[in-house]
Nanobody
């Protein structure tokens, strides 16, 4: 599968953005999907994950209550709605997918994802 992330941009603190990740192919519903981010000079970190069937979701503590991951298996797209953004959310955001998990599984571990998008930059100004 090929993944194409979009929706990043410059936003003021307290604002919102919705990231999208479009997947190619006809088996999107077979893929566990996740969002990760990497700030300049820092390691890539987990943001959110959603199961193949869209029922199970998990979040990093940093985004709990502010971020919402969702997916549309008809449109082959996963979303990350980010509200109340903070300057520390500034990073390149990557979507990722993997097809080796069960329908309800989620994962925080980057190494579990075999497919990655190119990243979209989110900049939050104070």
């Amino acid at each position: 599968v090929q993944l194409q992330a979009s929706g990043g941009g410059l936003v003021q603190a307290g604002g919102s953005l919705r990231l999208s990740c479009a997947a190619s192919g006809r088996t999107f519903s077979s893929y566990l999907m996740g969002w990760f981010r990497q700030a300049t000079g820092k390691e890539r970190e987990f943001v959110a994950s959603i199961s193949r069937n869209g029922i199970s979701t998990i979040y990093a503590d940093s985004g709990e209550g502010r971020f919402t991951i969702s997916r549309d298996n008809v449109k082959n797209t996963v979303y990350l709605q980010m509200n109340n953004l903070k300057p520390e959310d500034t990073a390149v955001y990557y979507c990722a997918g993997d097809s080796s998990f069960s329908s309800y599984a989620t994962s925080r571990t980057a190494a579990n994802y075999d497919y990655w998008g190119q990243g979209t930059l989110v900049t939050v100004s104070s």
